[in-house]
C-alpha cells in the first residue's frame, strides 16, 4: 500500500503542476480570469496532497477519514460531471431557422480562439443549411473597444456570410442573457409564429448551454464547436464549477 501511495503522490503533483503550466501557456494569449481554473485545479490538488500527507502521518484519524471521505465524494463529483459535459457535447443539427452563436471574449477586436471556433462552426453550417439564418450574441465587456457582437459580424461577413442573414445582440453579459435577449429578439421577428432553433457553443458548454436555454423557455438543440486540445484541461475544469454553479445559483 505504501508503494501505491508513494506513486500516486508522485503522479498526483505532476497533473498538478501540468494544470498549472497549462493555465499559465494560455494566459499569454491574452489575460482573462476564465484561463486560471487549471491553475485553481492544480492548487487544490496540491492543498490536498499536503493536507492528506499531514493527517495521514498524525494521531487524528477520524480527522484523516473525514477528509479521505471529502476527497473521494470531490473526484467522483468531478468524474460524473464530465462525463455529463463529454455526452453531451457531440451533437449535429439537421435543421434550424435561427442558429443562435453565443460569444465568448474577444481580442483587439479580433474573435478570440474559443469565438473563433464557434463562428467557424456556424460558418459552416449556414454554407451547408443557405436557408437559415444567424443571431450573434455578446456584449461589450470592459476590456473591449466593441461589442462581442459586431465582432463577429465582421468575421463572418469576412467569411462571406451574406449580411441579410445576419442578426446581432449586443447587450447580452452572460449565457442566460444570451438565451433571453435573442428569445426575445426571435419572438418579434417571427411574430409569435413558431421557429425551430438551434445554437451554437464550445463543446464543453453544450450541456450548460442547453439547461439555460430551457431555463429561459427556448428549445434549442446543441452544435458543439471543438476546442484547442491545450485549452481542454482549463475550460473543461472551468465547466465543472460553473454547473455547479448553476444548479446552486439558477444561473
Do not use: C
Request: net charge positive; no cysteine; aromatic share 14%.
Amino acid at each position: 500500500m505504501d508503494g501505491i501511495y508513494f506513486v500516486g503522490r508522485k503522479v498526483l503533483y505532476g497533473i498538478a503542476f501540468a494544470l498549472i503550466i497549462d493555465s499559465i501557456i494560455i494566459v499569454f494569449s491574452g489575460f482573462n480570469t476564465s484561463k486560471l481554473f487549471a491553475a485553481l485545479m492544480g492548487g487544490i490538488i496540491l492543498f490536498l496532497l499536503l493536507v492528506y500527507k499531514a493527517f495521514r502521518e498524525s494521531d487524528s484519524r477520524k480527522i484523516f477519514r473525514i477528509i479521505q471521505v471529502g476527497i473521494i465524494v470531490f473526484a467522483l463529483s468531478f468524474v460524473l460531471i464530465e462525463l455529463v459535459i463529454v455526452v453531451a457535447s457531440p451533437k449535429q443539427v439537421n435543421f434550424a431557422d435561427v442558429v443562435i452563436v453565443l460569444g465568448s471574449g474577444t481580442n483587439n477586436n479580433k474573435p478570440a480562439t474559443i469565438l473563433q471556433s464557434r463562428l467557424d462552426v456556424a460558418s459552416s453550417y449556414l454554407y451547408k443549411h443557405p436557408e437559415s439564418f444567424v443571431v450573434l450574441s455578446g456584449g461589450r465587456g470592459q476590456d473591449e473597444a466593441v461589442s462581442e457582437a459586431v465582432v463577429m459580424r465582421d468575421y463572418l461577413l469576412a467569411k462571406g456570410v451574406p449580411a441579410y442573414k445576419i442578426k446581432t445582440e449586443d447587450k447580452s453579459t452572460d449565457t442566460l442573457s444570451n438565451f433571453q435577449n435573442s428569445k426575445t429578439m426571435l419572438d418579434k421577428w417571427f411574430g409569435g409564429q413558431n421557429y425551430i432553433t438551434a445554437y451554437v457553443t464550445s463543446d464543453f458548454h453544450v450541456f450548460r448551454a442547453g439547461e439555460t436555454a430551457k431555463k429561459v423557455g427556448l428549445n434549442a438543440a446543441g452544435i458543439s464547436a471543438p476546442t484547442e486540445w491545450y485549452q481542454i484541461p482549463n475550460y473543461y475544469i472551468r465547466e465543472y464549477f460553473a454547473i455547479i454553479g448553476f444548479y446552486l445559483t439558477g444561473s
